[in-house]
């Protein structure tokens, strides 16, 4: 079945750092692919997404580009800012999945200052 | 625009007793909706896919009959843990999908759920 895999946390930088957050993915055919970010007591929000190979998603500052060669999906910010402290998790659509998503285990980033 | 709602935000409730968790699209139309559960710390657990109009669709090890799941209108989805224990405490939060948004799904902030 499908799978994310995504690097363990937590992941502690320090402001205007580079931060990068490796996923990679098992699927059948080509699935959608998103990053989302959950900050403390809430909910997930959508943060990118990419739906075809070689499609880059960015947002925010971040970006993540569809590596089908790879099937790799890793996230980046070129600088982080302490507000970007929260969890990320990668996940993906799959095509005869029923329009359900696949989440990796997710990555807590800690931004300080 | 693509809002959800949850509502409790934040909920204790005794052993034995049950407890309705409310999911609403504010400005959108979703004939699914779905709910997960997160443990602290872990992934999004899916429980099940709510379809409008007929009867939920649970994944693998999900007590249906402890878990009820209703989705009565295109806005609104119930999620009730009846005869809550403990282990039952954890974060509830759906999301709804947005057939006129690429599939899109969005998210609510979620419901804490205590059981003491």
């Known amino acids: 079945g499908d799978s994310v895999t995504q690097m363990e946390g937590p992941v502690t930088l320090s402001e205007e750092a580079f931060l990068t957050i490796n996923c990679t993915y098992t699927?059948?055919?080509?699935?959608?692919l998103f990053w989302y970010v959950q900050y403390p007591g809430e909910g997930l929000q959508l943060l990118l997404k990419a739906t075809k190979a070689d499609d880059k998603g960015s947002n925010k500052g971040f970006e993540a580009t569809y590596r089908k060669e790879t099937t790799s999906f890793h996230l980046e910010k070129g600088s982080v800012q302490v507000s970007d402290s929260a969890v990320y998790f990668c996940a993906l659509r799959g095509k005869a999945a029923g329009n359900k998503l696949t989440f990796g285990g997710g990555t807590r980033v800690l931004v300080k200052p | 625009g693509a809002v959800v709602s949850q509502h409790p935000s934040r909920v204790i409730c005794k052993s034995g007793t049950s407890v309705k968790i409310e999911c609403r699209s504010l400005d959108f139309q979703a004939t699914t909706m779905f709910w997960y559960r997160q443990f602290p710390k872990q992934s999004l657990m899916l429980m099940a896919t709510s379809n409008e109009g007929s009867k939920a669709t649970y994944e693998q090890g999900v007590e249906k009959d402890k878990f009820l799941i209703n989705h009565a209108s295109l806005t609104l989805s119930t999620l009730t843990v009846t005869s809550a224990h403990p282990e039952d405490s954890s974060f509830y939060i759906c999301?709804?999908?947005?057939?006129?948004?690429?599939?899109?799904?969005?998210f609510g902030p979620g419901t804490r759920l205590t059981v003491t």
């Open positions: 699927a059948t055919g080509y699935p959608s």
């Open positions: 999301s709804a999908y947005n057939t006129a948004s690429s599939y899109e799904q969005y």
